[in-house]
């Protein structure tokens, strides 16, 4: 290789000194050879292995390939633990932890003498949580995905996860389904190392970091038990050496056009709507202005991808079909030109592509959907916006005037939803309060609330739901999310009643409570914050500093960068 030029590891590894010989000597331990020392790229191979996060249990192999190509490229390869989220199984919710494995993300990077960093992440918030931390320290940064899980079977039919337990879970409260199966149903779905194979939320931040050109095409597809990933994994090793040789900070490929990429192929793909706390608390990070209006950009693209739960398909199905680089082809005329990881136009990821199953990878001209795109929602309920997938949606009730039925908080729903005498119809509006990021706190996936078990009974599969809650990426229905500012935050959500009329216009853009200013100004006299629930730790650092979901949920005071060098010696 080249002669080294002078890098940031130099700072640690480079000196003739005491705090030198320190840097090396420790690092030795790991039988590391005097030569690689001499100023070679220092990758960091920041890993949210766990085994208590299943989606992401396999990154523990997929780091060996990632050293292969590291050494191989000429660098030197340093995997370190960052927090894992386990979307599964972490109470109360993984979303409160986030904006922590993105603090522990940042720390670890600028405080370790690397030069570049592979971020191998997958379960939801570990991709956005990474790319937060990364961004706010601003070195060439490139991202491994997980993958997704082999496609899950259960009686001879392909499930999905998430979205089947959803249904399962109906049937079984409506009685058409036995418990055996029910737990059958289990094995079947997760039968192998990976994300959500349906295009939940960590196969839409996979697909959106591969719009956004921040990693190998194909990382979002390829199964996590693919050979060809471990070969995705070899070649990123590569790609980051020649990052740092080349200094491709992650600004200069993540920039304005590539979050309005991510917009519009989160539309194309039937994405998650928690890319959109995601994508802003992202773009707060790198200083990038990015609003929910600009999500009005993925308005009229249409949905390209028949993958759950907007479509039919798994994504083992998607891989198959030509995955991300087919769907970037298609949308080539749409998208901004913008870099990538390969410091090549986007353009470039995408021009040779193909579609090799037309089923499951639609063209422009003859989509699933014509305008798929999450709509953002005004109107005097939520002043500074709220949001609904229309594509996982009823179509007739995306214009709906209905009564509230209103839950003060999730016990109240928990407690009450399957009362018999519950006073519900097919028509009412179900409103949920106290779920938003500082209410819960942490903004859990409950906004999908489920049907009243009377409606079950009757056949009913959908209403309009209204919270300040997120929904499971996974999930579907006419359900109206992250209302802001959100009630725990004195939020018009806060004043809504039972047996108020509220009016969703999906068309319109508009979500209208339709109580007059009079009455609601009156209510607002009367409303009082909830007692804090946390009075020691980070819950309460977030609950004091978490910022509303139109701002992307981040923590005030970890909002932009800080690319200063590291100057205090730590002996
Ligand atoms: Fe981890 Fe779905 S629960 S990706």
């Not at 597809?221 to 995705?232: E, G, I």
Request: aromatic share 6%; hydrophobic share 40%.
């Amino acid at each position: 290789m080249s002669k080294p030029k002078k890098r940031r590891s130099q700072d640690w590894y480079g000196k003739r000194d005491k705090d030198g010989f320190i840097h090396r000597s420790w690092m030795k331990n790991q039988g590391l050879p005097d030569h690689v020392f001499d100023g070679r790229p220092v990758i960091g191979i920041c890993n949210t292995w766990s085994e208590l996060t299943p989606c992401n249990a396999g990154l523990r192999d997929l780091a060996q390939s990632v050293k292969s190509g590291v050494w191989e490229a000429g660098g030197v390869p340093v995997e370190f633990p960052v927090m894992s989220l386990g979307e599964t199984q972490m109470k109360p919710t993984a979303m409160l932890f986030r904006n922590l494995l993105a603090m522990d993300v940042e720390e670890s990077i600028r405080a370790y003498g690397i030069d570049g960093v592979v971020l191998l992440g997958g379960c939801d918030k570990t991709t956005p949580g990474q790319l937060m931390g990364a961004a706010s320290v601003d070195l060439p940064t490139i991202v491994v995905s997980s993958g997704p899980m082999l496609n899950g079977k259960f009686k001879g039919n392909d499930i999905g996860s998430g979205t089947d337990v959803w249904k399962f879970s109906e049937e079984v409260r409506a009685g058409k389904m036995s418990m055996n199966d029910f737990i059958a149903a289990e094995s079947g779905m997760s039968r192998s190392a990976g994300v959500c194979m349906t295009m939940g939320t960590a196969s839409t931040m996979a697909s959106l970091v591969e719009a956004m050109g921040l990693s190998l095409p194909m990382n979002a597809a390829l199964p996590a038990v693919d050979a060809r990933r471990k070969t995705l994994a070899h070649l990123t090793g590569q790609r980051i050496v020649d990052m740092v040789e080349e200094d491709l900070k992650l600004s200069k490929v993540l920039t304005k056009s590539s979050f309005e990429n991510a917009i519009m192929a989160n539309a194309a793909v039937g994405g998650s709507t928690n890319a959109v706390v995601h994508l802003l608390a992202i773009a707060g990070r790198s200083e990038i202005d990015l609003s929910l209006n600009d999500f009005e950009l993925g308005n009229d693209i249409p949905l390209l991808v028949n993958c759950m739960p907007s479509g039919k398909y798994l994504m083992e199905d998607f891989c198959y079909a030509g995955g991300m680089p087919a769907v970037l082809q298609q949308l080539l005329p749409k998208l901004r030109s913008a870099n990538t990881v390969l410091n090549h136009d986007i353009s470039e990821y995408a021009i040779d592509a193909e579609i090799y199953n037309s089923d499951v990878i639609r063209t422009l001209d003859s989509p699933i959907k014509p305008a798929a795109g999450l709509r953002v929602l005004k109107g005097n309920l939520a002043p500074n916006g709220a949001i609904i997938k229309p594509s996982a949606a009823t179509e007739e009730l995306l214009q709906h005037e209905g009564k509230a039925f209103v839950f003060e908080n999730i016990e109240a729903l928990k407690a009450t939803i399957d009362a018999p005498d519950l006073p519900v119809d097919k028509d009412t509006i179900l409103v949920l309060k106290g779920c938003g990021p500082k209410g819960y706190p942490g903004m859990p996936e409950v906004g999908n609330m489920p049907i009243p078990r009377k409606l079950v009974e009757q056949g009913v599969r959908d209403m309009v739901r209204i919270s300040d809650a997120r929904m499971s990426g996974t999930a579907f229905g006419t359900v109206v999310l992250h209302v802001s500012p959100e009630a725990e935050a004195g939020g018009p959500l806060a004043l809504v009643k039972t047996g108020d009329t509220i009016r969703l216009d999906t068309l319109a853009g508009q979500l209208e409570l339709l109580v007059d200013d009079e009455e609601l100004a009156s209510r607002k006299a009367d409303w009082q914050p909830s007692p804090a629930r946390y009075d020691r730790g980070y819950a309460k650092l977030y609950s004091e500093h978490v910022l509303q979901a139109d701002q992307g949920a981040d923590l005030d005071f970890l909002v932009g960068k800080d690319t200063r060098p590291v100057t205090r010696e730590s002996h």
